[in-house]
């Protein structure tokens, strides 16, 4: 919930011309992410790392309601996400991956399977695309292997196509999305 | 001569379509005379509540925009609670554009619309059984066990549903499978209102005598009355009369004394119940403050003679006499009259309920129409605090019917099992008198699933299960 809150100041930032003048749609996607990205480690480290893998205290899991666990970080982020959607925020914002544990998190646009291939690299990819009549700009941010957890658990999971991930790889990307008006 | 008849005639249309207008104005806005305006039939879900137009277009009519908040108005709470596996929130991201313009799921009236009966399926789905498909083409790519399977088998076979999943999952299917959880108790659980209410400190628990009896003077009770009173959980829980029978008019005003309180008093200490019961197809009537259901408005079979009975609180639970054994079965057949509730008395779940009525079985194994259609569930109340409660809205759990799976079927029986006979349609018309003759695959393809993974898991060399 904590995360929220930076995020919808940002979008009221979003929701201001004043401000949205002086702001490159790349900067607000910038700032956007370096949040995303900073809870999304912190939960990683601090929570799922520190307490499945090194103090071995509860586990994380997809089904955490049923299995009395830790949330999985993935499901972390797309709460969130789901939450700031809910609050009916401008921008919008996903995980995805080139190897996809859930294949709803593949790409579908070219430009999202473009910007998967080329985060690979380590740096940010941007475009703007026209999805449903509307033109958006999208940003996509590699999402690294950033404990062992990441890489344990996507290597063993049953549907997990790729199985050697090692630390520091980039395991998907971050896609954020500006509409323009 | 000529020229004078045709300005009458003028004249008389005028005067015609103005009347006609008026009528119309009238009937629109006037309840009981809106049914000219009705396009067509509601669904069984809505039927009871049909002439209230603006329960559902909103007043004034509001368009789509307000029949989708009207939806939510009633259904977001339980949809939340099954943890829908397709919530509005993961379509409105602009990735997802095209498939919206396949089926757009942020509407609920997409699938399901109102007033057309001819196409519509059970729980109100009015697309065509393959809708699936329009976005999960192609799953036997990832899935080859799903290679080859009917467009139309995704929904209705016993394996997935478009909402609630929580007795379908994957992992879940595996799980059994495994046999890990299907060490069923046999029995349901206990309930624990009275111990809640001493709990919370709402009641001391200390009982009331007849002697203590508070509303004598103003309520004049029959002996009878005094008599079945002594003996209820009230009663016994020190519950006195004044507590159902003294309300607050509100403002400030002094507290008035009532011979019959209606389901709002009962709200008080049984709020949680009293909702359920108005949620469903029970109490809906009274949720929109029309007049109560009646069996006589049902569309599902009822017994004649119950035709002008009033469903309230005391339907059931008599107002001196709360048997929740009679609540749970007799009461049900004083109304029901389905063939489903027919076949009951001779299933052995009704022999296990004679056997613990009897005080030979053990408490908990018998199954009563309650046990379920109104289950002992598990409840967070606004105190943040866990009990046990009878849910008293009987739709939660009734379509689709794998719903019943979580909160009934496996405190006795295997996930196998329970999915196997809920699947075959003539069993439950049987009321579960006999063994299933359907065979749900799904837990076995779960299973393979999982084979294939650790396969490939074993072929690339990693750890495999990391505790
Ligand atoms: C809004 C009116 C109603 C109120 C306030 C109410 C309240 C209650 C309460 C307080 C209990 C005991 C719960 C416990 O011990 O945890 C109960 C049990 C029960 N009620 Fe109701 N009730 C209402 C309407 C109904 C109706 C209309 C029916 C029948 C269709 C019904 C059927 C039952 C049954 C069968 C039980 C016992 C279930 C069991 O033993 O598991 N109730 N009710
Ligand atoms: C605990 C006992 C009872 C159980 C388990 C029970 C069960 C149910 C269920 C599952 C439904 C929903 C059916 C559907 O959605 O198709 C229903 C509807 C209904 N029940 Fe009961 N019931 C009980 C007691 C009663 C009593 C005592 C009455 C009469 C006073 C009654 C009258 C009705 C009526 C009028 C409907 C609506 C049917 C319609 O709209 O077509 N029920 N009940
Ligand atoms: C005499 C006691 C019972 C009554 C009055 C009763 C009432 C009803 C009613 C009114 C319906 C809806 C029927 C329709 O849509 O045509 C129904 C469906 C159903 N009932 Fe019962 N029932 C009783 C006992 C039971 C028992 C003991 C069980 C569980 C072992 C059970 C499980 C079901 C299931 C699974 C459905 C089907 C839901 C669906 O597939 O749409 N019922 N019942
Ligand atoms: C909706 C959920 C349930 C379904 C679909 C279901 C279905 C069935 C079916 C198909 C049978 C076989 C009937 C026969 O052999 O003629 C059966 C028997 C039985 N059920 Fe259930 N049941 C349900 C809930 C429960 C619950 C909650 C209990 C325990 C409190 C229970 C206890 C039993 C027992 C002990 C038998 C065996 C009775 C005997 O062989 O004499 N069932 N059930």
Same mark, same amino acid.
């Given at each position: 919930?904590?995360?929220?809150?930076?995020?919808?100041?940002?979008?009221?930032?979003?929701?201001?011309?004043?401000?949205?003048?002086?702001?490159?749609?790349?900067?607000?996607?910038?700032?956007?992410?370096?949040?995303?990205?900073?809870?999304?480690?912190?939960?990683?480290?601090?929570?799922?790392?520190?307490?499945?893998?090194?103090?071995?205290?509860?586990?994380?899991?997809?089904?955490?309601?049923?299995?009395?666990?830790?949330?999985?970080?993935?499901?972390?982020?797309?709460?969130?996400?789901?939450?700031?959607?809910?609050?009916?925020?401008?921008?919008?914002?996903?995980?995805?991956?080139?190897?996809?544990?859930?294949?709803?998190?593949?790409?579908?646009?070219?430009?999202?399977?473009?910007?998967?291939?080329?985060?690979?690299?380590?740096?940010?990819?941007?475009?703007?695309?026209?999805?449903?009549? /509307?033109?958006?700009?999208?940003?996509?941010?590699?999402? /690294?292997?950033?404990?062992?957890?990441?890489?344990?658990?996507?290597?063993?999971?049953?549907?997990?196509?790729? /199985?050697?991930?090692?630390?520091?790889?980039?395991?998907?990307?971050?896609?954020?999305?500006?509409?323009?008006? | 001569?000529?020229?004078?008849?045709?300005?009458?005639?003028?004249? +008389?249309?005028?005067?015609?379509?103005? +009347?006609?207008?008026?009528?119309?104005?009238?009937?629109?806005?006037?309840?009981?005379?809106?049914?000219?305006?009705?396009?067509?039939?509601?669904?069984?879900?809505?039927?009871?509540?049909?002439?209230?137009?603006?329960?559902?277009?909103?007043?004034?009519?509001?368009?789509?925009?307000?029949?989708?908040?009207? *939806?939510?108005?009633?259904?977001?709470?339980?949809?939340?609670?099954?943890?829908?596996?397709?919530?509005?929130?993961?379509?409105?991201?602009?990735?997802?554009?095209?498939?919206?313009?396949?089926?757009?799921?942020?509407?609920?009236? &997409?699938?399901?619309?109102?007033?057309?009966?001819?196409?519509?399926?059970?729980?109100?789905?009015? +697309?065509?059984?393959?809708?699936?498909?329009?976005?999960?083409?192609?799953?036997?790519?990832?899935?080859?066990?799903?290679?080859?399977?009917?467009?139309?088998?995704?929904?209705?076979?016993?394996?997935?549903?478009?909402?609630?999943?929580?007795?379908?999952?994957?992992?879940?299917?595996?799980?059994?499978?495994?046999?890990?959880?299907?060490?069923?108790?046999?029995?349901?659980?206990?309930?624990?209102?009275?111990?809640?209410?001493?709990?919370?400190?709402?009641?001391?628990?200390?009982?009331?005598?007849?002697?203590?009896?508070?509303?004598?003077?103003?309520?004049?009770?029959?002996?009878?009355?005094?008599?079945?009173?002594?003996? &209820?959980?009230?009663?016994?829980?020190?519950?006195?009369?004044?507590? *159902?029978?003294?309300?607050?008019?509100?403002?400030?005003?002094?507290?008035?004394?009532?011979?019959?309180?209606?389901?709002?008093? *009962?709200?008080?200490?049984?709020?949680?119940?009293?909702?359920?019961?108005?949620?469903?197809?029970?109490?809906?009537?009274?949720?929109?403050?029309?007049?109560?259901?009646?069996?006589?408005?049902?569309?599902?079979?009822?017994?004649?003679?119950?035709?002008?009975?009033?469903?309230?609180?005391?339907?059931?639970?008599?107002?001196?006499?709360?048997?929740?054994?009679?609540?749970?079965?007799?009461?049900?057949?004083?109304?029901?009259?389905?063939?489903?509730?027919?076949?009951?008395?001779?299933?052995?779940?009704?022999?296990?309920?004679?056997?613990?009525?009897?005080?030979?079985?053990?408490?908990?194994?018998?199954?009563?129409?309650?046990?379920?259609?109104?289950?002992?569930?598990?409840?967070?109340?606004?105190?943040?605090?866990?009990?046990?409660?009878?849910?008293?809205?009987?739709?939660? !759990? +009734?379509?689709? !019917?794998?719903?019943?799976?979580?909160?009934?079927?496996?405190?006795?029986?295997?996930?196998?099992?329970?999915?196997?006979?809920?699947?075959?349609?003539?069993?439950?018309?049987?009321?579960?008198?006999?063994?299933?003759?359907?065979?749900?695959?799904?837990?076995?393809?779960?299973?393979?699933?999982?084979?294939?993974?650790?396969?490939?898991?074993?072929?690339?060399?990693?750890?495999?299960?990391?505790?």
């Amino acid at each position: 919930m904590r995360k929220l809150i930076p995020l919808a100041a940002l979008g009221c930032v979003l929701g201001q011309p004043a401000l949205a003048a002086e702001w490159t749609h790349k900067e607000i996607a910038d700032a956007l992410h370096s949040i995303m990205e900073a809870d999304r480690t912190v939960y990683t480290k601090l929570i799922v790392n520190r307490l499945q893998n090194q103090e071995k205290v509860i586990k994380a899991s997809e089904h955490w309601k049923d299995d009395k666990a830790l949330v999985l970080p993935a499901q972390m982020f797309r709460y969130g996400s789901e939450a700031v959607a809910e609050k009916g925020a401008k921008f919008s914002y996903s995980l995805l991956s080139l190897w996809p544990v859930n294949k709803q998190n593949n790409a579908k646009t070219p430009v999202e399977k473009e910007g998967l291939e080329a985060v690979l690299k380590g740096d940010p990819y941007y475009k703007t695309e026209t999805l449903g009549g /509307k033109k958006y700009f999208t940003a996509i941010y590699p999402d /690294k292997a950033v404990a062992k957890a990441c890489i344990t658990c996507h290597n063993d999971h049953k549907d997990s196509p790729r /199985k050697d991930f090692k630390m520091g790889d980039v395991m998907g990307g971050v896609v954020v999305r500006l509409p323009i008006q | 001569m000529k020229r004078f008849a045709a300005y009458r005639i003028w004249a +008389l249309w005028l005067a015609a379509s103005a +009347l006609l207008a008026a009528w119309f104005a009238w009937a629109v806005q006037t309840p009981g005379e809106q049914s000219v305006f009705m396009p067509g039939q509601t669904t069984h879900a809505h039927h009871q509540i049909e002439m209230k137009c603006a329960t559902c277009h909103g007043e004034p009519f509001k368009g789509a925009e307000g029949i989708q908040q009207a *939806c939510l108005s009633c259904h977001a709470a339980e949809l939340k609670a099954m943890d829908d596996s397709h919530p509005v929130s993961k379509f409105t991201d602009p990735r997802n554009a095209g498939t919206l313009a396949k089926l757009d799921a942020r509407q609920c009236v &997409t699938c399901h619309t109102e007033h057309k009966r001819e196409i519509t399926h059970p729980a109100g789905v009015t +697309l065509p059984d393959d809708f699936c498909i329009r976005c999960h083409a192609g799953v036997e790519k990832e899935r080859p066990s799903h290679k080859g399977m009917a467009f139309t088998s995704c929904a209705t076979s016993g394996c997935h549903n478009f909402h609630d999943n929580r007795a379908l999952y994957e992992d879940f299917l595996i799980r059994h499978g495994h046999g890990d959880a299907a060490k069923s108790a046999g029995v349901v659980r206990e309930r624990g209102l009275k111990e809640f209410m001493v709990y919370m400190d709402y009641l001391d628990g200390e009982p009331v005598t007849a002697a203590e009896m508070d509303g004598r003077v103003e309520l004049q009770p029959t002996p009878a009355v005094v008599k079945n009173w002594e003996h &209820t959980a009230h009663a016994k829980a020190g519950v006195n009369c004044s507590a *159902c029978h003294q309300v607050n008019p509100g403002k400030g005003g002094e507290p008035v004394w009532v011979k019959r309180p209606d389901h709002q008093v *009962c709200a008080a200490c049984h709020k949680p119940e009293v909702d359920g019961f108005l949620s469903g197809l029970h109490g809906m009537r009274l949720k929109q403050g029309l007049s109560p259901m009646q069996p006589g408005l049902a569309e599902l079979p009822m017994k004649p003679d119950a035709a002008h009975k009033s469903l309230s609180c005391t339907s059931c639970h008599g107002a001196h006499t709360f048997d929740t054994r009679r609540a749970a079965v007799e009461a049900c057949l004083s109304c029901h009259d389905d063939g489903h509730a027919r076949a009951y008395k001779a299933s052995p779940h009704f022999a296990l309920w004679h056997e613990e009525v009897q005080g030979r079985g053990p408490k908990g194994s018998g199954v009563s129409c309650a046990t379920c259609h109104m289950p002992r569930i598990e409840y967070l109340t606004p105190e943040d605090e866990t009990r046990t409660l009878v849910q008293h809205n009987q739709n939660d !759990n +009734l379509r689709p !019917n794998e719903k019943m799976i979580r909160s009934v079927c496996l405190s006795c029986h295997t996930l196998q099992f329970s999915l196997d006979a809920l699947a075959d349609g003539a069993l439950v018309t049987r009321n579960f008198m006999g063994l299933p003759k359907h065979h749900v695959d799904s837990i076995r393809m779960a299973l393979e699933a999982e084979k294939r993974g650790q396969a490939r898991n074993a072929a690339s060399g990693t750890a495999g299960d990391e505790e």
